[in-house]
């Protein structure tokens, strides 16, 4: 495992030159970087689990590498576990402070330690080429809140996608929904975010049908 802690203090010219050196980012050599964001925790019902395992079999069997927030607790765990049995490469991103709480995981490809949270984010997003929001928490909504706004305001064209487990995101559907119709999200912007019942369904979103 190569581990990266706080690049900005690195004796290297560039943060840049620290991240290639470490990431392996040929494009030859794997098809999609998928940045993955998930609970901590397993939550109440198994099957989030079972769709979190077999998420990381498609990003194994798809050629992708997984991009994640480095903790080997929860879904967050699952995916990273299943990918790296899988034998794909495996990114995480955790800040210095939640080493201990996430259990940051020592048998990645690459563990990056940063100082904050909003760097993890930062992370997350310039390393991935699409995103994917398993069930989570706070944190979760947040992380894929960002790709959501991200898409709209046209600073991205990466794929955003919520996989939608037995209904968990219909409520934020259903808000989305409701700014539209109150005018406060145009309806084009809506379609920008894609909301998965199933791998097919995930696969079409990033045009791999």
């Known amino acids: 495992m190569c581990t990266i802690k706080n690049i900005d203090e690195c004796d290297i010219l560039t943060e840049e030159v620290a991240i290639l050196k470490c990431y392996d980012m040929e494009k030859e050599n794997k098809d999609m970087n998928i940045t993955v964001y998930c609970g901590s925790r397993f939550g109440e019902k198994s099957v989030f689990k079972d769709k979190a395992i077999e998420l990381g079999n ?23 576990n299943t990918v790296l049995e899988g034998g794909a490469k495996v990114y995480g991103i955790i800040p ?41 928490g706070p944190g979760t909504l947040e992380e894929i809140s960002e790709i959501i706004s991200l898409r709209r305001l046209n600073r991205t064209e990466k794929p955003c996608i919520l996989y939608n487990i037995e209904g968990f995101y219909e409520p934020l559907r259903k808000l989305l929904e409701e700014m539209v119709a109150a005018d406060f999200l145009p309806a084009e912007d809506l379609d920008k975010v894609v909301f998965a019942s199933n791998l097919d369904e995930i696969n079409a979103a990033l045009g791999k049908e």
Do not use: C
């Not at 498609?58 to 990273?80: C, D, F, P, R």
């Open 58 to 80: 498609w990003i194994v069997e798809g050629g992708h590498s997984l991009v994640y927030g480095g903790g080997n607790v929860g879904l967050m765990g699952t995916v990273a």
């Open 96 to 136: 210095e402070f939640l080493l201990d709480q996430e259990k940051g995981h020592e048998g990645l490809y690459t563990l990056e330690i940063v100082k904050s949270m909003p760097e993890r984010k930062t992370r997350m997003i310039n390393l991935g080429d699409a995103f994917i929001a398993l069930p989570g």
